[in-house]
């Protein structure tokens, strides 16, 4: 059966490979399965999903509506065991985040009538000359621009982080989903890639062309392969390890993971886990 990967499963095995293998080659559930962080980005994105999911009903909520609903989200998943890296903000602190993030996307975005066709869209990508590399993935957003013509992806960030030009040329998460909207509408315009950096109310807009898309396609196969024939996973010491699900137990900070379970649990699903299946979407 082919393997299908994503684009987090590819950036966990260049950000750590041993990361990599705790989550997709051992299955290995953390015992603390996520920071207030990703509580915080989770919640978010599941509002603006059922806003826009309304807005495609022919309903605008209200802005009260919508704090509303970001409550009962933020509340449904909450749970004290949940971390906090940074010691000095609180669990009300990211709360209140998130309601500063939504009102002013509310406000500057209102009334809604981009021509949002897709939330939540899954899209499977195959590459390969045998089709033999399959990569899957959720669009937060695809508008049909009726201006410009256009196919739109929209992303939704809540990190504090503001990445560098270079850096978003680089990203090729999106320009993945590119090649498959292209694909699927048999469109030759080039897509939209629109990033919304909700910490700092910026829009970030650009195009990939045809042969910056032809290049990342190989990129990925190399990539692909390369994991597969990967037999050693070392740890890698950064700065992202104070958020990595997986420090109690990782080697590099003098941890050991735990011991293997008996064979009859080694298979247990995600679907346990909504939390964690919601926001890895794998």
Known sequence: MTEIYSHSKLSSFEQCPRKFKFRYIEKIIPEVEKTIESHLGSAVHETLEWLYTKVKEKIIPTLDEIIVKYNQIWEKEFSKEIRIIKPRLTYKDYFNKGVEFLITYYIQN?????????????????????????????????????????YEIHDYKTANSLPSKEKIEQDRQLALYSIAI?????????????????????????KKTDQELEQLKKDIIKLIKKIQNTTHFPAEKSILCDWCEYKSMCPVWGNSPPAPKPKQQKQQSLDNYPTIKKYIKD
């Open 110 to 150: 209102q009334p809604f009538d981009d021509n949002t066709i897709e939330v939540e869209k899954k899209i499977v990508l195959e590459l390969g000359e045998n089709k033999e590399y399959k990569i899957q993935g959720f669009i937060d957003r695809l508008v049909y621009n009726l201006k410009t013509k256009e």
């Open 182 to 206: 292209k694909d699927i509408y048999k469109t030759k315009k080039r897509v939209r890639l629109v990033w919304h950096f909700l910490a700092h109310n910026k829009k970030i807009e650009l």
